[in-house]
C-alpha cells in the first residue's frame, strides 16, 4: 500500500505521520507514505501554485500546472488520484475498508488550499473527490490524513492487538461501547458493576446493549 501525499505544508503531514500508530506501519513497512512538495513541481521563481479566479471573485485557485507535472510524474497504471475537497462524496469506515483491502492501492492525495482547485483539475485528472464531513477547513492536510490514518491502522499487523480490530464496532456500523479502566472507583464515579463480574455472557450482553448506533 502505498500513498503521495502532495502538499505545500509537508511539515505539517510529516509530523503527523510520523508519530503513533502510522509511524509503526511504515517502520513495519506495512505502508509507504511519500510527502510531495507542491512546489517542487513549479518553474517560476516564486514558485507559483495559486492564482486569482477568472471571472473576478475573492482568494485564490490552486493552479493546473504543477498539479499536472506532480501526477504525471507520479501516477502508475493503477493509482487512485485524490482530491480533498468539502464537495467531495463523505468520507465513511465502509470505503476506509474497501481501501484497505486493495494490498496494492497506490493513491495520490492533492490536499487543497485556497478557494479550490481550477476545474479542469477536477474534470480530468482525478478519480476520487472526497470530504470529511460538511464544514470547511484551511486545507487539505487534515483530511488526507483522516483518509490515511483511517486506512492504515485497519491493515493486517498495524495494530498491536489484532482482537480490537475485530471486535471495533464501527465495523459493524456502529459506535463503541462504554469501557473503563482502573480504578473502579473514582471521585465516586463507580465503574458498571457488570464489567467486575467475570460473567462473559453477560458482558457481552451490556456492550451490545450500549453499542451506540451511527
Ligand atoms: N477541504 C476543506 N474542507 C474540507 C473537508 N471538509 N473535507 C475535505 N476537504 C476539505
Redesign the pocket.
Known sequence: MKFDIITIFPNIVEEYINTGIVSKALKKGIVEINVHDLRKWTSDNHKTVDDTPYGGGPGMIMKIEPIFKAIQELKKENTIVA????K?EK?VQSKLKDFSLNQDLHMIIL??RYEGFDQRIHDNLVDYE???????????E???L?LVDGITRLLPGVLGNEDSLKDESFNDDSLEYPQYTKPEEFNGWKVPKVLLSGNHKEIFEYRQKNKKIV
Open positions: 482530491i480533498t475537497t468539502p467531495g468520507l490536499c487543497g472526497f470530504s470529511i464531513g460538511d464544514y470547511v477547513l484551511s486545507g487539505g487534515l483530511p488526507a483522516v
